[in-house]
């Protein structure tokens, strides 16, 4: 039996904790506990002994009493509990804050006769007890409510519900294993086609991974795949879901066909994997399967480390004909970057680019600008997620090569795969007269419904891409890109604002013709709450001055509180407008009067649409 107080301090002890709820809960329904885990506490007690270790729980403990007015008791190691009774959800979410922020600071630990600064990490998690849900286990129960916050990394109330949610989904963990562990029972393999965008050919096809659960049904690919990586299990899901794939391939004489490839997908964790090229290679031989045949697609939405082992692999794969593709390209964190350090044969975009893009005039030079990188870089765009025919007639106008959706099939199981040979030899007429009206580069640069620019401007886009391939720090891509339009334009300035949350526009990036560029948040913001500017950008779509005389009221007010309205002759401001509402602009200025020819204009436009979509996609991760 526990004592009423452990040997740390006057920290009381779970037992106490049990009373102390049990009498609380004995005259209320519910009440809130505050939990936290002093996560670097082994580290202290391994760098500078377990004395110290204790004198920070107690430290910790000591302010946590004086400033909560609450006891602290010990529920196990390093998990700790706090009673707030009489309180709100928001009174202890506002407690949770506060906590954290202490711990911002340094502890300043007794050691050796010196008050040493120990930096702590800490995790906080609340639940809510109810009467019928007293009686569980207080110690998992802590540890369930930290381990969510772990994983959702948000101050959230963990109740009955949520952990309901919580064992479930560990119940689904444990089949889980179960089934891959069981050769791979209740697993199959689906696959959707990959269809050739001039023709509608099927030219490749995707194995796509589905597991049934035998109480449950279909679970969510993006769960139990997530849910494999956490477990250490993805390896044996991985090669069997390829080893399944090629053999289907094979048995159907697909790597007969002369451009036929199959798209399996890989986890940053199996290139990782010591030997995974050599175990790839061996089923290639086992099915005498050409590695030509074989995409290996790399989700780049999530975190992928290049290191000699994975570069390793993948130029061991390479040298054996394996050719490989990055998924879900431009939803990453480095989504450019990782061009320059993975040598890809394919681009695949994600789904959410071309969802409503016959909508979206921002989507639609979005996949423009894809399909000029990929094709710059000597790769193939696939446009994944087309369902309707307008999405078709975009994406093949803006310069996809394959095309995958629903439009064409959603997967099937291998059975009905079987009954679609056909499919890999017929022409797709809806796709080949879409394509047939596909005009080559400068015939389509001069359509109405292309962005009207020289050759000249067109060169300095190209330009542009190639910027965003060698720079993979954002500020210092969107500094040079500023700079590119003032020297070619031989400008005084150019810069560009976007909204913040508070309603200001903020000057976010500029460069001078003096050479003093920057990015420096917060340097210059501006309230158009109460300005006619952002009413006439939305309206006018642009504002254009070629002197002083010439320059809206509106405009001249701006200037003046900036302290610019005397050297600024001439302007030109473009609203960078998404879904109705203006995000920011983008303009330049001179000194002197100037005509504003239409190449400056359309130029201007084409890179702050660039810059904007680079930057929003970015941001939003």
């Known amino acids: 039996m526990l004592m009423k ?3 740390i301090g006057g920290i009381n002890s779970l037992e106490t904790l049990g009373e102390e709820l049990s009498l609380l809960l004995h005259r209320q329904d519910h009440l809130y506990c505050i939990c936290y885990s002093i996560t670097s506490l082994s580290q202290v007690n391994f760098a500078y002994g377990r004395r110290a270790g204790d004198n920070l729980i107690n430290m910790v403990a000591a302010w946590v009493e004086d400033t909560v007015m609450c006891k602290v008791f010990r529920v196990s190691g390093d998990i700790f509990c706090i009673i707030a009774d009489n309180a709100t959800a928001e009174e202890i979410k506002n407690t949770v804050r506060y906590l954290y922020d202490r711990f911002d600071h340094p502890w300043a630990i007794n050691i050796n006769a010196k008050d040493l600064p120990i930096y702590s990490s800490i995790d906080i998690s609340i639940i809510r007890l109810d009467k019928n849900n007293f009686e569980q286990n207080i110690p998992d129960l802590c540890q369930r409510s930290l381990d969510e916050m772990r994983k959702t990394h948000q101050i959230t109330v963990f109740d009955a519900e949520k952990d309901r949610l919580s064992r479930e989904h560990m119940q689904m963990q ?3 294993q179960s089934c891959i562990l069981q050769h791979m029972y209740s697993f199959d393999v689906y696959y959707q086609p990959i269809v050739d965008a001039s023709t509608g050919i099927w030219q490749g096809l995707e194995a796509l991974c589905r597991w049934t659960h035998p ?10 795949i997530h849910d494999a990586e956490e477990m250490g299990l993805i390896h044996l899901l991985g090669r069997w879901v390829l080893e399944t794939a090629i053999r289907h391939c094979k048995e159907m004489a697909l790597d007969e066909m002369e451009s036929f ?8 964790d199996e290139l990782l994997k010591y030997n995974f090229d050599q175990q790839v290679l061996d089923i290639l031989r086992q099915y005498d399967f050409p590695g030509d045949k074989l995409v290996m697609e790399i989700t780049e939405s999530t975190q992928f480390t290049f290191n000699d082992v ?3 692999a993948v130029t061991s794969l390479r040298e054996h004909g394996v050719r490989f593709s990055l998924d879900d390209f431009g939803t990453g964190y480095s989504a450019f970057n990782n061009l320059k350090h993975l040598p890809v044969d394919f681009l695949k975009t994600e789904g959410a680019f071309v969802e409503d893009i016959e909508n979206d005039a921002y989507l639609q030079y979005f996949l423009y600008v894809l399909a000029e990188t990929a094709h710059l870089n000597k790769m193939n765009l696939i446009a994944e997620g087309v369902e309707n025919k307008e999405q078709l007639k975009f994406v093949i106008n803006n310069g996809a090569d394959f095309i995958q959706g629903y439009l064409f099939s959603e997967p099937m199981c291998y059975q009905d795969l079987q009954k679609k040979r056909a499919y890999f030899h017929t022409v797709d007429e809806t796709v080949q007269n879409i394509s047939s009206s596909w005009h080559d580069l400068y015939q389509w640069l001069s359509s109405n419904q292309a962005y009207q620019i020289t050759p000249t401007a067109f ?3 190209y330009k542009a891409m190639e910027l965003a391939l060698e720079e993979d720090n954002f500020d210092l891509l969107l500094e040079k890109l500023l700079e590119l339009i003032g020297q070619h334009l031989k400008l005084r300035r150019v810069f560009l604002f976007f909204k913040e949350k508070d309603n200001l526009f903020c000057n976010s990036h500029q460069w001078c013709a003096e050479g003093n560029a920057y990015h420096k948040k917060d340097f210059e913001k501006i309230d158009l709450s109460s300005n006619a500017v952002e009413k006439l950008l939305l309206k006018s779509g642009m504002i254009i001055a070629k002197n ?9 007010e701006i200037l003046a509180a900036l302290n610019l309205q005397s050297i600024i002759q001439a302007i030109v401001i473009l609203p960078l407008i998404y879904k109705g509402e203006l995000i920011g602009f983008i303009g330049c200025n001179d000194i002197q009067e100037r005509e504003w020819l239409p190449e400056a204009i359309l130029l201007l436009q084409n890179i702050g649409l660039f810059s904007t979509v680079i930057l929003s996609r970015t941001t939003s991760q």
């Open 215 to 224: 109480e449950l049904g279909p679970i969510a690919p993006k769960i139990f």
């Open 5 to 7: 107080n452990t040997e």
């Open 548 to 556: 002083s005389k010439e320059i809206p009221a509106a405009v001249k």
């Open 310 to 312: 994975s570069k390793g």
């Open 261 to 268: 490839f199959i798209c399996v997908n890989v986890s940053s």
């Open 174 to 176: 444990l089949q889980l």
């Open 459 to 461: 060169n300095l886009l």
